[in-house]
T-cell receptor, first 110, second 113 residues
Framework: GQQLNQSPQSMFIQEGEDVSMNCTSS?????WLWYKQEPGEGPVLLIA?????ELTSNGRLTAQFGITRKDSFLNISASIPSDVGIYFC??????????FGKGTRLSVIA | DTAVSQTPKYLVTQMGNDKSIKCEQN?????MYWYKQDSKKFLKIMFS???????INETVPNRFSPKSPDKAHLNLHINSLELGDSAVYFC????????????FGEGSRLTVL
């Protein structure tokens, strides 16, 4: 099946640092989404992107839908301890099922 | 009120047993899903139902059978459990026209011994 290449797999950063992660695909998607999963919980939607080139912010989070429609990135500015979790990118096209990346595990050191 | 709730949260059982996981959403969504998350945290869709009708059935063994008594409920029944079925199973729902914006339940961790 389709796969999204998400990187990095894991990150250890100091509180206050900025974070960047990205996702690439060999296929075009019409929608790119970013989810966050905390331990013992289900993933929660952070940002949804619907147009190529779109740049959207949600508080300290900013995500972009790549012009080629084959990639997306997520930035987190001034990280705080509660940013800890696994961040998943996901791509969707037409009526096909959402495809998830393998996740970026973020650890924040206070 | 919990938007998407699933029970049980934890399930430990022996190989060969049959078990069910229940899911309910109070968001008024038309589409519900079951996802499986393995030990490496990879999320893979299993089934999707829209208004009680099956619309997606990924490559999943026949031992897994979803049932949707109404559009607010989607249950998952698993027969003859195997060791490889151990995983966290997530129920999710989405609005009509926004299939990518999923609302997930808290997950049900199944351990098969």
């Amino acid at each position: 099946g389709q796969q999204l290449n998400q990187s990095p797999q894991s990150m250890f950063i100091q509180e206050g640092e900025d974070v960047s992660m990205n996702c690439t695909s060999s296929s075009i998607f019409n929608t790119w989404l970013w989810y966050k999963q905390e331990p013992g919980e289900g993933p929660v939607l952070l940002i949804a992107l619907y147009k190529a080139g779109e740049l959207t912010s949600n508080g300290r989070l900013t995500a972009q839908f790549g012009i080629t429609r084959k990639d997306s990135f997520l930035n987190i500015s001034a990280s705080i301890p509660s940013d800890v979790g696994i961040y998943f990118c996901a791509g969707q096209r037409g009526n096909t099922p959402l495809v998830f990346g393998k996740g970026t595990r973020l650890s924040v050191i206070a | 009120d919990t938007a998407v709730s699933q029970t049980p949260k934890y399930l430990v059982t022996q190989m060969g047993n049959d078990k069910s996981i229940k899911c309910e959403q109070n968001l008024g969504h038309d589409t519900m899903y079951w996802y499986k998350q393995d030990s490496k945290k990879f999320l893979k869709i299993m089934f999707s139902y829209n208004n009680k009708e099956l619309i997606i059935n990924e490559t999943v063994p026949n031992r897994f059978s979803p049932k949707s008594p109404d559009k607010a409920h989607l249950n998952l029944h698993i027969n003859s459990l195997e060791l490889g079925d151990s995983a966290v199973y997530f129920c999710a729902s989405s609005r009509e026209g926004q299939p990518g914006e999923l609302f997930f339940g808290e997950g049900s961790r199944l351990t098969v011994l």
